[in-house]
């Protein structure tokens, strides 16, 4: 949906510059004339030849007619009528010396400019008003709601924004923020589908504009991008071999194995590479968990929540297929996935377990590394379910929020501190919220000999943990997590962290 009053605004100051160019071309002209020569100066200094001299008089003559008529009807004029009270500073601008046609004539133009400057003040005056958004009724509220008038409210919603960001300078005179941010909300319901739950969260997360950045972007699509398993494959190799066959790929300059596709003539999931498992699609997002654990070859490495087994993949390829890798998950059914993933990619160093998360560490005993990429309410990735919008309430947040912290405690537990090479945990959702991410980590900090360490990613990929949200004051080091968000980096919005289990005496 595209913005009309924003390209109404711009249409109305281009007419208030050209009234202002007007009035800058009447003053000119009357510049002008003041400073043009007289009709005998003019003669006088008349250059043209001699031939001429005859024509010169009779327009002379005809021209002394015109004005001596002018005069007459001038004349029949009242001074009351040339100059009427509310003219003052018109006749002002008038000498006793001019003669009543110039007096006309100038007054005519005077006239007009007045006009004109009255006309572009007003201009300007409207364009305020219109700066300060005036609340609709709540008539009219409904009314563009029942009908369900998208476009209207769309416009509404952009001005409001407009409204908060400058809040002293636009809104209307005794109307609160609160009003403002609770017409947003309602607008937000109706122009993008979602609940009252879901637009409230996203306001109070990321303000009004960055709210309505969020669900637009959800509107659309992610790029689709593929990660190639470096166990088969190349990536140069692989993307010449996918060019080749008519997709348009590019290389992801932050990850070694990352290629985003920007179109293709044939079915991605399809192609003999993709059947021969060179490559996995991927959400780029669910690359930076695995980044995070840097797992290394010939370690013994859990996956708590492996299924459908993308992370499970790329944590066996950089593994080199060495080690042990136990991808594990609550769901049996969800396992089928794993296992076709793990055979189509040809990994041979993982074990598939079916436990509850909370079965570790007593079924295996202690792992260098594990993921917990945890179970979540999925509001990163809106663009991929809409029906999340619809669904998810702040009772889902809890019941998430709760399994969250027992399983991030269990895979601490699942830690050997004394691992030569790991020692780590590295925790990730698919969720924007606070509670069920930055708010787990300080859980954890605060259960567990535990500290935050850095993620080993380029400069400037994804966005710090939130320390200080609303009434949440998180330790410092949560700043060392990373977000990523579909309006800002055009990811799935995601959440990781990488937890150093310390060896407690
Ligand atoms: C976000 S998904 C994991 C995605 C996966 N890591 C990947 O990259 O393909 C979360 C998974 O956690 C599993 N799960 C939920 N509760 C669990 C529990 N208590 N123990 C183990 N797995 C659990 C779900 O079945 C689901 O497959």
């Known amino acids: ?102 007096q006309s004539a100038k007054k005519t133009n005077l006239k007009e400019a007045k006009i004109k400057a009255e006309a572009a003040e007003e201009m300007q005056t409207n364009i305020a008003a219109e700066q300060r958004h005036t609340l609709p009724s709540g008539q009219e509220i409904i009314h563009a709601q029942e009908i369900g008038d998208v476009a209207t409210i769309g416009t509404r919603i952009r001005e409001i924004v407009a409204v908060l960001c400058d809040f002293k300078a636009r809104h209307e005179e005794g109307r609160s923020r609160q009003e403002y941010i609770a017409l947003l909300i309602q607008d937000m319901q109706t122009y993008y589908s979602c609940n009252e739950f879901l637009a409230k969260l996203v306001v109070d997360l990321f303000g009004p504009k960055g709210a309505v950045d969020f669900m637009e972007a959800n509107e659309a699509p992610r790029p689709v991008t593929i990660r190639v398993n470096t166990l088969k494959s190349r990536r140069r190799e692989l993307a010449q071999k996918l060019i080749n066959r008519g997709v348009n790929v590019d290389m992801i300059e932050w990850s070694k194995s990352g290629l985003v596709v920007y179109d293709s003539q044939v079915p991605i999931g399809a192609t003999p590479e993709y059947l021969a498992g060179q490559y996995i699609l991927q959400s780029s997002s669910s690359w930076v968990s695995v980044i995070a654990l840097a797992p290394q070859p010939n370690e013994k490495i859990l996956d708590m929540c492996a299924a459908p087994g993308g992370k499970t993949t790329h944590i066996a390829a950089l593994m080199k297929d060495t080690g042990i890798l136990v991808a594990n998950d609550i769901s049996k059914d969800r396992l089928k996935a794993v296992i076709g993933n793990v055979h189509r990619l040809g990994i041979t160093n993982t074990i598939i377990t079916n436990y509850d998360g909370h079965e570790f560490p007593k079924v295996m005993g202690q792992f260098d590394r594990v993921l917990v990429d945890a179970p979540c309410t999925g509001l990163g990735i809106i663009s991929r379910d809409a029906a999340v919008k619809l669904s998810k309430s702040e009772q889902d947040i809890k019941d998430c929020t709760r399994i969250q912290k027992e399983l991030i405690l269990h895979a601490i537990d699942s830690v050997n501190p004394k691992s030569k090479t790991g020692g780590y945990v590295v925790y990730s959702t698919c969720s924007i919220t606070v509670e069920e991410n930055e708010a787990v980590i300080d859980y954890a900090l605060k259960k567990r000999n535990v500290k935050v360490v850095p993620i080993a990613l380029q400069d400037g990929v994804g966005e710090d943990g939130y320390v200080n949200h609303r009434q949440y004051r998180f330790h410092p080091s949560v700043k060392m997590a990373k977000r990523f968000f579909p309006h800002i980096q055009n990811m799935d919005g995601f959440f990781v962290c990488k937890l150093k289990v310390n060896v407690t005496h």
């Open 1 to 102: 949906m595209k913005r009309t009053s924003q390209d109404n605004k711009m249409k109305k100051s281009d007419t208030t510059q050209d009234m202002v160019e007007d009035i800058k071309n009447v003053e000119t002209t009357e510049e002008l004339k003041e400073n043009l020569p007289t009709e005998n100066t003019k003669n006088n200094n008349n250059n043209e030849g001699e031939e001429h001299k005859s024509d010169e008089n009779v327009k002379e003559e005809e021209k002394h007619k015109r004005e001596e008529s002018v005069k007459e009807e001038v004349k029949e004029e009242s001074a009351e009528e040339l100059f009427p009270s509310e003219d003052e500073d018109i006749k002002d601008e008038f000498s006793d010396e001019e003669t009543p046609f110039e």
